[in-house]
């Protein structure tokens, strides 16, 4: 039992010592990763204005296409209005 736990505490200890030794492809590796993260988020800031624009266009388009809807409705309540008016 007390050579497990001096080998569980060897290993452990051989780890930390080895995972301290090598700092700086450590900073390196935070330092990729934070211009990474920088990157996404500026693509995410772009895709966010983007949508923005794009939901714009679509509310603009709904609209217009609401009017269009109603004036068409106006002109054939009216070209029904003149064929009732004619009798053969």
């Known amino acids: 039992m007390n050579k497990k736990v001096l080998m569980i505490a060897g290993v452990a200890m051989t ?3 080895g995972g301290c030794a090598n700092t700086t492809a450590l900073e390196e590796s935070v330092a990729n990763l934070g211009n990474k993260v920088d990157q996404l988020s500026a693509e995410v800031g772009s895709l966010k204005s983007q949508q923005s624009m794009l939901s714009s266009d679509v509310k603009g388009a709904k609209a217009a296409s609401m ?4 004036e068409a409705k106006r002109a054939n309540d009216r070209l029904d209005n003149m064929a009732s008016s004619y009798k053969k």
């Open 15 to 17: 780890a930390l010592l």
């Open 67 to 70: 009017d269009a809807k109603a």
